[in-house]
């Protein structure tokens, strides 16, 4: 294990890595494990990861948690990457298929080595706020740990996320409002009830977890990363995990310095990083009168604001918004085209490559990635009349 401290991303205060963490102690700001990457470069070559197990820790001497420790695993990462030529000829698609993981959505990544930590430095009940996968995956690895998990979603958080979480034993709780307003019933009662929070970003492990896509994906591809990423963004810890994933590559010398332009695709209606971007702000505004079926991208106000919008300008990158008229038209098409049943997220992405070529911002050739970030199969809620 080389994680040597963790470092808040606004105003660069150390904290001790041992203690169970939330946010910085001094500005309430997200903390990142730092990893000594020249001592962690020594220990490993990246041609050693083909010959290691199939799942993300594979990439164990990134990841914190003591070699000695065993994970809490369900057999997360390690995902399909398939060319995608039937939906796209002019641009090299590639489909990273997440809905395979355990309890179908990238979420796992995150609360697999969230959960193992909170575990490892003492926590016995864990509590999130979810408006969809989130919930399902603490449930899992949390039953997995042997812990309690308490999760806060909203009423109309799609129903197969409600009762997925309910069949894994975990606590529910259904809020009337948002995935916000699940985070604040949290936040009032977590001291009396001796809860761990495990919201996104407001620990440092979930990014972790998360950060591993980036490193898969430059293991799937050679080490050559692709020209362009179409990201559905939430929460944004995928965004935010694969930008430290690249850093991190780029210090052991394992990329090169050219970063795939990064794209935040969300639904028009609920966008505060396509707003915020488009409108030059380094953070977003909370946006009202929130609606879309895509749950995971209901997220009004997101903590790590400041962060996405950093990456997207950083990496010559930019927004879309989506209607959800149009994700689960595309629902279909990429089904029919691709054979697979994509999650609503998912979807949002592939209508943004479709106008993101129209307007000349894709080039012909260019290779670019989507995340499928979730199953179609927990949306049925959405093809209702
Ligand atoms: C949570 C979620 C997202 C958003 O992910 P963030 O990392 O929070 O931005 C996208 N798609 C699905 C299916 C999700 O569950
Ligand atoms: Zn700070």
Not at 142 to 152: K, Q, S
Request: net charge neutral.
């Amino acid at each position: 294990m080389f994680v040597t401290y963790l470092e808040c991303t606004s105003c660069g205060l150390r904290h001790d890595w041992s203690r169970l963490q939330n946010l910085c102690g001094a500005c309430q700001k997200p903390l990142f494990a730092i990893v000594d990457l020249a001592a962690a470069g020594r220990a490993l070559r990246r041609e050693k990861f083909a010959a290691r197990e199939k799942s993300l820790w594979r990439y164990r001497e990134l990841l914190p948690l003591a070699a000695e420790v065993e994970p809490v695993s369900l057999g997360e990462g390690g995902t399909p990457l398939l060319r995608a030529k039937n939906f796209a000829e002019d641009v090299d698609l590639w489909i990273k298929d997440e809905s395979l993981n355990p309890t179908q959505s990238f979420k796992a990544r995150g609360m697999s080595v969230a959960v193992s930590m909170a575990k490892y430095l003492g926590a016995s009940k864990l509590a999130v706020p979810s408006a969809g996968n989130a919930g399902g995956a603490l449930a899992a690895y949390a039953a997995r740990a042997g812990l309690e998990a308490h999760v806060f979603m909203p009423r109309d958080t799609p129903r197969a996320n409600i009762i997925e979480c309910r069949e894994l034993g975990a606590h529910v709780t259904l809020i009337d409002g948002l995935i916000t307003d699940c985070g604040a019933e949290i936040g009032r009662r977590k001291e009396r009830e001796g809860w761990f929070e495990m919201s996104t970003l407001k620990e440092p492990y979930r990014i972790e977890g998360k950060k591993t896509l980036g490193y898969e994906l430059a293991e799937q591809f050679a080490w050559q990363l692709p020209d362009v990423i179409l990201y559905p963004t939430g929460g944004g810890t995928g965004l935010i995990g694969m930008w430290k994933a690249f850093d991190e590559m780029e210090a052991l010398d394992w990329v090169d310095k050219k970063r795939p332009r990064m794209f935040s695709v969300q639904a028009s209606g609920c966008a505060p990083i396509v707003r915020a971007f488009e409108s030059g702000e380094k953070t977003a505004a909370e946006f009202s009168n929130v609606h879309t079926c895509a749950s995971g991208l209901r997220v009004p106000k997101a903590i790590g604001d400041f962060l996405m919008l950093k990456i997207l300008r950083e990496s010559n990158g930019g927004v879309v918004a989506v209607d959800d008229d149009d994700m689960i038209r595309m629902v279909r098409e990429v089904g029919s085209k691709e054979g697979l049943f994509i999650a609503p997220e998912g979807a949002a992405c592939f209508a943004a490559l479709k106008s993101l070529r129209a307007a000349g911002k894709i080039d012909i050739g260019e290779r670019v990635v989507i995340f499928n970030t979730g199953s179609g199969i927990k949306y049925l809620d959405c093809y209702e009349p």
